[in-house]
């Protein structure tokens, strides 16, 4: 009987002999690494606390100790560095290795519905994972485990949810304003943290990197370097040098080719990076991963750089709010339902007589811990929508991604998921959110007062303006199905060749042909099932 942590990963610290840390985090305007994380929480002797302390936390981090008989553990708002936990025998083991836990509690056998829910998402849901008897701490969640007459008992209780709270006042200037105020004070922050080290930012076509690097030009920080990748003259690597030359800052270009994903795919690095991102619940992020690992292997940034992306500023602007909650009066529970199913359990389609049975199942996983009214305030919907989003994708999928920076052993911090970020966002009201209507007006007329009119006129031929003329092509025809379906069977022929990234030369053309047909239309559809084991990819 007892109460066990291992907290393993790197740059892990502990003081001996119950409390460990993981990460870097702010307390008021004091950055504290891990060594100062276990001063910090040494005083900690309740449960409230502990709760207390892990609220007053700004960044990300992962915190597990032990006080007597009872233990305490958490995770940051977005769970960026994961903890899992299990019992067994009346033993309770917490750790941030799933595999240590699993074999502690001997839990071996996969969850049919489990593998289903993450070959259709690339993650687990809820506080599962593939095993059983494996859970997992969400994001903002904190777990309490006694031993109360001689057993173990677990509770966990969650901290911080993305709500949409409404309470900002003011016009869209007066929003745009307070954004302003906010971007700088979360950028200080980060200054603060990397202190004259170089801050390298995966630079795409997009809108989030963009914000990054036009916030460190305006705070004046002069060590920042950018990269991106992909098949030479692909349209995003075209529009981020552009950006990288205006701003004078030193970018590298990692080219793609089927043939050299084909040769990555197939080393024992990536193996080894599977291992460590996978832990029985997230598709490992693959995309930029050889990326990173060519600019280490051709020395060009500093080993102590830190790496800066732009997850997630398009999700907490209010880019996954679905539009048609802004045209109704309320929506009903089903629609709820549907509408995050539809978004999010489209990876691949469930085959076999027992499709109906799953999809009953997963739809009531999607429903655990909504409210119980049959119809909902459309604010209300967009707030389980995006609770939903952030506790699952962002958090299992998008922000996993941090790993591969680990892997190859450098630093990294999310700006944009900075704490005052949350709570900024979540007091905008919805129709300023929807469609990312303050956030893209701020960053375009920060894009012109950064670089010029002129200049930030040569960017607007970017990927949303590609993707509208083409949803706006569609919706002319009187063919739409017709049009799909030849735009579908060009795609299928083409894009083995032709994507941007290249990526699907991981396999041989005749294993992309013969999934495609079957619904298999992004490479995380071939990779989620091939991560564990369901299918060859040659």
Known sequence: MGLHINIVGRSVKAMEPHTYAR??????????????????????ETAEDFRVSVESLNGYFAVALKRGLTL?????????????????????????????VQSKVGSFERSELAEHEFCMTGYVTDSDTLYPGVKQL???????????????????ERYCDFTDKNDCTGDLGELSSGLDKTLIRCFERLLR????????????????SRLIVLMLKRLGYKEVAAFTYGRPGNVESEISKRIANYLHIPWYFVPYSNESWWQWFRTEEREAYYEMAHQAVSLPHLQDWP????????RLVPDDSIFVPGHTGDFISGGHIPKKFANVKRVSRNELVETIFTSHYSLAPIEGGKASIFLERLSNRITHGFDTCDYLAPETAARLCENWDWQERQAKFIVNSVRVYEFWDYDWWLPLWDSEMLHFWAGVPLEHRIGQKLYIDYIKKLTVKIIGNENA???????????????HCAKQTPFRGLTRFFYRQFKRMTEYETHPMAWY???????????????????NTYLAPHAIGLIDLG
């Open 72 to 100: 305490f553990a958490a995770v940051d708002r977005v769970r960026s560095i994961p903890l899992f936990y299990g019992s067994a025998d009346d033993e309770f083991y917490i750790s941030d290795d799933a595999n240590w």
């Open 138 to 156: 969400r994001a903002g969640e904190l777990l309490l485990a006694r031993v109360i007459n001689r057993s173990v008992q677990v509770s966990t």
């Open 457 to 471: 006129s040569t960017l607007v031929t970017d990927r949303d303006e590609r993707i509208n003329v083409l949803k």
């Open 193 to 208: 943290l990397a202190n004259g080290r170089t801050l390298v930012v995966p630079l795409s076509g997009g809108y989030d």
């Open 505 to 523: 030369g991981i396999m041989p053309k005749g294993v992309f042909r013969k999934y495609y047909h079957k619904g298999y239309v992004s490479v």
């Open 23 to 44: 990460g870097v985090a702010f307390t008021e305007s004091n950055v504290s690494e891990s060594e100062s994380l276990l001063e910090y929480f040494a005083r900690t």
């Open 291 to 298: 990326a990173v690992w060519e600019l280490r292997q051709r």
